[in-house]
């Protein structure tokens, strides 16, 4: 059974770093895509970025580019999203998720199918 656990969220100021932590369980995902979103009070859930476990290539949403680093560690089993300035708008809980099979890069939420509790980040101005 595939488990995914999030963790590192928090509270920090703007133009602060935090690391959420993704790790992984339940199958290898040596061939799959792995993606993190997130979802502010009364919004939809948006996309922020997804890796190819594979290849390590990485793809980011258009309100994170340059601020935000999606990476994976093979032998922990783990998907991380470094995130740097960030900005009160960045408060959301954030989510981890596998994508489906065959894999794919996706910014739809539907195309996820395995998803963690989420960690909240909160941003003060």
């Known amino acids: 059974q595939v488990q995914l656990a999030e963790s590192g969220g928090g509270l920090v100021q703007a133009g602060g770093s935090l690391r959420l932590s993704c790790a992984a369980s339940?199958?290898?995902?040596?061939?799959?895509?792995m993606g993190w979103f997130r979802q502010a009070l009364g919004k939809e859930r948006e996309f922020v970025a997804a890796?190819?476990?594979?290849?390590?290539?990485?793809y980011y949403g258009d309100s994170v580019k340059g601020r935000f680093t999606i990476s994976r560690d093979n032998a922990k089993n783990t998907v991380y999203l470094q995130m740097n300035s960030l900005k009160p708008e960045d408060t959301a809980v954030y989510y981890c998720?596998?994508?489906?099979?065959?894999?794919?890069?996706?910014?739809?939420?539907?195309?996820?199918?395995?998803w963690g509790q989420g960690t909240q980040v909160t941003v003060s101005s």
């Open positions: 339940g199958r290898t995902f040596s061939s799959s895509v």
């Open positions: 890796i190819r476990w594979g290849s390590g290539i990485p």
């Open positions: 998720a596998v994508g489906r099979s065959p894999p794919r890069i996706s910014d739809r939420p539907r195309d996820y199918d395995y």
